[in-house]
């Protein structure tokens, strides 16, 4: 599959960020990692049911964020980490057993990132989100090498 170019996007709606997940689902090779970095309320779960749907998963999303860790799967395992909660060690991020868990075909979806151990440098895509004036949300897609 062909991997997104930079894009830069304002979603007005939350249909509009689960439609653009979707249609960015499509161009995902296999086995991607995906940094989501944002505010709260800024769109990122939205954006995960869309990416889900994209993928052919029909469950309802739900934000981890007691539990760390969700799993969705249809023909690709979907990984969605909320490691708000981490505190960005090394020992926390070995503690989630995440090789137990990516199993291929995957994708892994993390919001805050940068409290995950060395995932930012690691990751397939950053995508960042903002909230507008206007209450709609610019999302910026970046593959990362």
């Known amino acids: 599959m062909s991997q997104p170019f930079d894009i830069e996007i304002i979603c007005e709606t939350?249909?509009?960020?689960?439609?653009?997940?979707?249609?960015?689902?499509?161009s995902l090779s296999h086995n991607s990692s995906i940094a989501l970095i944002g505010d709260?309320?800024?769109?990122?779960?939205?954006?995960?049911?869309?990416?889900?749907?994209?993928?052919?998963i029909?469950?309802?999303?739900?934000?981890?964020s007691f539990n760390i860790l969700n799993?969705?799967?249809?023909?690709?395992?979907?990984?969605?980490?909320d490691a708000y909660r981490l505190d960005g060690s090394e020992q926390a991020t070995e503690a989630l057993m995440l090789n137990d868990f990516l199993v291929p075909p995957y994708c892994l979806v993390v919001e805050w990132p940068e409290r995950l151990y060395n995932f930012l440098e690691t990751c397939t895509f950053k995508i960042m989100f903002s909230m507008n004036d206007d209450f709609s949300r610019t999302i910026c897609i970046r593959p990362t090498n």
């Open 71 to 81: 799993t969705y799967s249809s023909h690709v395992s979907l990984l969605h980490i």
């Open 58 to 64: 029909s469950d309802t999303v739900r934000s981890p």
């Open 40 to 56: 709260l309320g800024t769109g990122k779960t939205t954006f995960v049911g869309g990416l889900a749907y994209g993928l052919g």
């Open 14 to 26: 939350e249909e509009d960020t689960r439609n653009l997940a979707i249609n960015f689902a499509k």
